[in-house]
């Protein structure tokens, strides 16, 4: 079963940058897309952003040219740099991997705690 740990969360200042960290353990890791979601209390998961093995990026509109995903298949980690941060970006934010349909559709069996991200105005 797939174990995730999410990491790097904090509180900012608007305008300010994070850098989430995302390993992942027992899953094939490269050849699986990442997606990095968030979620506020009463709220249903969003799909923030989404890498494929071959590295095509997705971004929801809202973080477009402010978040950028990467991950390195050595270390099985995927990250998040999280720039210019307003405070709707406050959430808690996860990752997980699987294949893109069911990481766009976030049909996943297995979640993280996620980190705490709080952009302060």
């Known amino acids: 079963q797939v174990q995730l740990a999410e990491s790097g969360g904090g509180l900012v200042q608007a305008g300010g940058s994070l850098r989430l960290s995302c390993t992942a353990s027992g899953t094939s890791f490269a050849a699986k897309t990442i997606g990095w979601y968030r979620q506020v209390p009463g709220s249903q998961r969003e799909l923030v952003a989404a890498i494929t093995p071959s590295g095509t990026t997705n971004y929801a509109e809202s973080v477009k040219g402010r978040f950028t995903i990467s991950r390195d298949n050595a270390k099985t980690t995927s990250y998040l740099q999280m720039n210019s941060l307003k405070p709707e970006d406050t959430a808690n934010y996860f990752c997980?991997?699987?294949?893109?349909?069911?990481?766009?559709?976030?049909?996943?069996?297995?979640w993280g705690q996620g980190t705490q991200v709080t952009v302060s105005s």
């Open positions: 997980n991997t699987g294949s893109r349909a069911s990481i766009l559709a976030a049909n996943l069996s297995s």
